[in-house]
């Protein structure tokens, strides 16, 4: 196809441009996650921590203001993947973070 065919969109009941449709489309997968202040994070932000939290399983607590780095978006809108010395796999809830 090309950018000058237009598509009918089962959606909307219109007729579309292709190019258009497939921005239509690629917007729909992606998911926004923000920070407690609303800012937007991506993969490889940095966040500081706002509150205390207790990590199951560690049996340890991170403390606010703490940094993590180089986080990764999980594809949730409110999880966040992340690394810290010590403890694997640790996934953290958007709410409790803001973007440094």
């Known amino acids: 196809m090309s950018d000058d065919d237009y598509v009918y969109d089962e959606e909307s009941g219109e007729w579309l441009p292709a190019s258009?449709?497939?921005a239509?489309?690629?917007?729909?997968?992606?998911?926004?996650?923000?920070?407690?202040v609303g800012n937007?994070?991506?993969?490889?932000?940095?966040v500081t921590l706002i509150k205390d939290l207790e990590v199951k399983?560690?049996?340890?607590?991170l403390k606010r203001?703490?940094?993590?780095?180089?986080?990764?978006l999980t594809g949730d809108a409110q999880e966040i993947d992340c690394r810290f010395d010590g403890i694997k796999g640790l996934?953290?809830?958007a709410e409790f973070v803001k973007k440094r």
């Open 91 to 93: 996934v953290l809830r």
């Open 65 to 72: 203001g703490t940094l993590i780095k180089s986080i990764r």
């Open 40 to 46: 937007l994070l991506a993969d490889g932000d940095q």
């Open 20 to 22: 258009e449709l497939a």
């Open 24 to 36: 239509k489309r690629a917007a729909e997968g992606v998911v926004e996650v923000r920070d407690a």
């Open 57 to 61: 399983g560690a049996g340890q607590t």
